[in-house]
């Protein structure tokens, strides 16, 4: 079935970090913080984030960040936003240096866009997705500041979103789809609430979403893509219910999802290859122990040995 390219992909990944000017580059303007985030966790997957000079990303990091609100924009200039907060405290975790960050201003500002019915907004635009609960929730514990927010209401918000497939959309009676279970399904692990769960009925309804050509698909009727390698492996591993899908299938699935020559990893089959989909093949493989992968964790989306240190440094 041919081996996974780690050398290749290390280096597809440092040069669109280097090439800031490639078409990829320019497209994904808006998502940079994000992306750099995608690739550094690959890199570290791959034992390789000392390809990249702390130095540069974390004075580039605290550039995206708004002083006046505490919250991080997806670029320098950008308004400030849940999902690049998540992936600048994320990005600053990786490296080991929370240490740059005003904890009480970063916490506030997540805190603050929780709404009174326990869901959260992504920033004050005021739009509302489980996307949102899971980043604010992720962040917040990261930081060690989930005594910031109502977390009992944060939780029944989620539970909220369970539908009778027992999967979660993003607002009460949302359609499930494999990324809105990963973002609730990690969101009840971190808050100590995966009980909320129906583990047998979600599992079936992930476990379902296996094709024939053994990759996984989002939803229903849907072609198999790369990245649900995450959100569906992922969520499965939370609620121990892994088994119930052929891993050698998926693994041959994203193993030909590779260009071979140039590295990095596409969404299917002979596709073009991006930072995002390069992260979710090899991340699902960590999560099915591919050999000489670090192990990442389902709920926080970082190598194991980085949560270990947020919360059992002496
Ligand atoms: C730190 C891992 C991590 C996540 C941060 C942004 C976020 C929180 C979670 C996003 C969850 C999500 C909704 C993912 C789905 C993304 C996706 C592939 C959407 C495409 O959906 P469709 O329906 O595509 O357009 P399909 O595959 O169904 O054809
Ligand atoms: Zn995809």
Known sequence: MGELESEKHVKYIVSIE??????????????????????????????????????????????????????????IGHDPHLLYTLSAV??????????????????????????EDGSFTGDIWGEIDTRFSYCAICCLSILHSLDKINVDKAVNFIVSCKNLDGGFGSI??????????FCCVGALAIAGSLHRVDRDLLGWWLCERQCKDG??????????DVCYSWWVLSSL????????????????????????????????????????????????????EYPGLKTIDPAYALPVDVVNRIFFRK
């Open 18 to 75: 280097k090439k800031k000017d490639s078409f990829e580059a320019l497209v994904m303007e808006h998502l940079r913080l994000n992306g750099a985030y995608w690739g550094l966790t690959t890199l570290d997957l791959l034992h390789k984030i000392s390809a990249v000079d702390p130095e540069e990303v974390i004075p580039w990091v605290m550039k995206c960040y708004d002083e006046d609100c505490g919250g991080f924009g997806g670029n």
């Open 172 to 181: 009460p009676g949302g359609e499930s789809h494999a990324g809105q279970i």
């Open 215 to 224: 990759g996984l698909n989002g939803r229903p009727e849907k072609l198999a």
């Open 237 to 288: 591993i939370m609620i121990d219910r892994v088994h119930w899908i052929d891993k050698n299938k998926l693994t041959k699935f994203i193993l030909n999802c590779q260009d071979k020559e140039n590295g990095g990893i596409s969404d299917r089959p002979d596709n073009a290859v991006d930072v995002f989909h390069t992260y979710f093949g090899v991340a699902g493989l960590s999560l099915m």
């Open 90 to 115: 994320q990005i600053l975790a990786l490296f080991d240096r929370i240490d740059v960050l005003d904890v009480e201003k970063v916490s506030g500002y997540v805190a603050g866009l929780q709404n």
